[in-house]
């Protein structure tokens, strides 16, 4: 970023020369004066939109994560309710429904985990990341949803 704003300023820097040498010495460093300040300008416009950006994103994470750790809350309760319910049924069903339940929090905590590790990479990872996290949550929802209709939770 601070490359491209130094080849902005130089190249503004280039032009403004250029274009005034027909000028007196006065009219040049004059003008030179406001190639740089309009330059300083563009690089202050240019430092303030990346932070700008940086801070969307930041808020964007904050807002995903905030929200996808309420659904993870949510759905490790209603794992542990299907543990409880799970101690009603027979033996051998025991043993079925604990792999479907023991599935549905892997799952649960490979989100969470997911979540906690995510590394600002840029938009385009972001906007992957996003996808795979909201993908894992209509996942998870699916299943828990199938799980309750299976057995008329």
């Known amino acids: 970023m601070r490359k491209s704003i130094g080849l902005l300023v130089a190249s503004c820097l280039i032009t403004g020369i250029t274009l005034t040498s027909c000028k007196s010495d006065n009219e040049k460093v004059e003008a030179a004066k406001e190639d740089v300040i309009d330059a300083k300008e563009n690089e202050l416009e240019a430092q303030s939109d990346l932070q700008e950006a940086k801070t969307d994103s930041v808020s964007d994470y904050a807002r995903l994560k905030?929200?996808?750790?309420?659904?993870?809350?949510?759905?490790e309760t209603r794992i542990a309710e299907f543990k409880v319910k799970l101690k009603t049924e027979t033996a051998a069903n025991q043993?079925?429904?604990?792999?479907?339940?023991?599935?549905?929090?892997?799952?649960?905590?490979?989100?969470?985990?997911?979540?906690?590790?995510?590394?600002d990479a840029g938009k385009e990872k972001w906007d992957t990341f996003k996808t795979r996290v909201k993908k894992s949550v209509d996942d998870i929802?699916?299943?828990?949803e199938d799980y309750k209709t299976k057995h008329n939770y």
């Open 141 to 144: 929802d699916k299943d828990i």
């Open 95 to 119: 043993k079925k429904f604990q792999v479907q339940i023991d599935n549905l929090e892997a799952k649960n905590n490979e989100l969470k985990r997911d979540l906690n590790n995510y590394a």
């Open 66 to 75: 905030a929200e996808t750790n309420a659904l993870v809350a949510k759905n």
